[in-house]
């Protein structure tokens, strides 16, 4: 039926006066513009302008729909008519304010069609508003975030709403890559050569302490009390602190040879929590099919560990060659010496040997030197390299893996723990461990090659 839709001449008739208006002000913009300065005097000006009629065109076929559509809607007549309320609603076409009518009953307490119809009934602003928080928010502060979307989409948000709306976000995002509903955007078939390499690392993220948390608590209690505020906090008891300064976060990725695609995912939970992450999205982008399938990662016990029992698939798990290389030369400055040519000999006539011969030959080398030196810091450090590459055998068969054509360097991991992180670290940040994990999971979907796919899904929602 097209009696519940707005026509453009009836648009046209309610905008009347406003397009006079628009008209008007850009005509005097451009007639006190001076000589030279046409567009740096009048750009501003037109742009509020429009921003202005924007909103107001938004609002009155809003209304213009909504008056159709009650006057169509039939109304369960235990519902009692309690009169028009307004409320706002945030959109990218800026804060519009729409009357509805709210309705009541004992049974179900106050009831409002039109928001469930407009769809503001679960959400303060829209899908995009939504995606330019949470865009803006992924490089920059949330004081920063309000200031440029003021600037840059005239959208009026102050930093608290903002953190809420992005935290929410993550949240959401991590409950939809829970329940299946946001998938990698790959799978072993679109790899270069059916080829998939994982990694896994720890990251720190700094934390709010308890401590920390209840010295905020009375400064912002003292401040209220100075400028005769109420306490907007909810009642119930506050959430707790952490009971140390950092926490390890854990990062999974999988991607392919030429680095084309890429999937990673983060977490605050423990190696088990991340293991089932690691099964979890392996199963999702079809690792088992893939034609080669390996992992690079640091020397971590506990990520071999996951490997083993949740990708028992893999062709092989190599120790990244540059974690080997930083063993090394700690061994050979403790033998030769910070910065000196012994030790940067030693260093490199050792790494170049496990690189083209292996690690059972890095490991005979290192027997005339423990032999040699059968006590003290000097015996430790290459008693340690040598338990350290010798658990490791079978991941440091380095000439092997580069005649097979496999990536030795664990560095697209290293790099996703930068970029999933580099918004918790900023200086002076200090999150709570479960809206940090929400940052990192609006981080994942962005360098995942998932961010316009899970905001179109929040749009068709």
Known sequence: MECNRVSAEELKRVMAEDFDRLAEEIAKAMNVARDGRIIADTEELVREANAEFRQRMYEKALSLLQQKQEAFSPRDKALRNKGMQPTTHHTVNGRILISRTVYWSRKTGPVIPMDR????????????????????????????????????????????????VVENQGRAILAAQQDGSLNPSFTAADCTNQTIITGADGVMVPQVTEQQKRKRRATESAKRAKQGRLPTARPGRPKS?????????????LYDSDKSHCHVVGTSGDHETLGRLMRREARRVQLGQAKVKYAVSDGAEWIARQYRQQLPMLDEH??????????????????????????????????????????????????PYLRHHRSGP????????????????AMTDYPKFR???????????????????????????????????????????????????????????
């Not at 920063?144 to 003021?150: A, D, M």
């Open 117 to 164: 119809w407009l769809g503001i009934d679960a959400q303060r602003h829209s899908p995009g508003v939504r995606e330019m928080c949470c865009r803006e928010a992924l490089h920059c502060s949330f004081k920063v975030t309000s200031e440029n979307l003021e600037r840059t989409a005239q959208l009026s948000i102050d930093d608290r709403a903002i953190r809420q």
């Open 241 to 253: 602190g952490s009971d140390g300064p950092y926490k390890e976060f854990k990062i999974f990725s």
């Open 403 to 461: 005649a097979l054509g496999y990536d030795c360097g664990s560095g697209p991991t290293e790099s996703c723990c930068g970029t999933l992180t580099g918004r918790l670290k900023g200086p002076g940040m200090r999150w709570d461990r479960d809206n940090a994990e929400s940052i990192m999971a609006l981080a994942g979907i962005y360098h995942s090659n998932l961010w316009r796919t899970y905001w179109k899904s929040e749009q068709a929602a």
């Open 318 to 367: 190599i120790l990244d060659y540059y974690h080997l290389r930083e063993h090394v030369i700690e061994t050979s400055q403790v033998l030769y010496g910070e910065n000196t040519r012994k030790a940067e000999n030693w260093r490199e006539d050792l790494v170049s040997c496990v690189w083209e011969q292996g690690s059972l030959v890095m490991l005979h080398r290192l027997e």
């Open 378 to 393: 000097k015996h430790e450090a290459l008693k340690s390299l040598q338990n350290y590459v010798g658990k490791r055998v």
